[in-house]
């Protein structure tokens, strides 16, 4: 496995044991790779109203926004 891949996956392991899974129990975490080479990472989201969660790659893409702006994405591992 190259660097780049060894350090997304730390990363999502790193957010994996943030994420919020009080219902389902199966935590995720994502890691977003931009195409400039910065890492963005979010982890899973639940709320008691199933509709209003927010999945992993969707708070990552979050953080890639509130961080940077719009960016392109080159890879996301989850």
Known sequence: MDDQL???LTKAKEVYENAYAPYSNF???AV???TE???YTGGNVENA???MGQCAE???IGHLVAKQGLA???KVLI
């Open 6 to 8: 060894n350090e997304m």
């Open 27 to 29: 935590a995720v975490g």
């Open 32 to 34: 977003i790779l931009t």
């Open 37 to 39: 080479g910065q890492l």
């Open 49 to 51: 109203c199933y509709s």
């Open 58 to 60: 969707a708070s990552a």
């Open 72 to 74: 392109r994405i080159k």
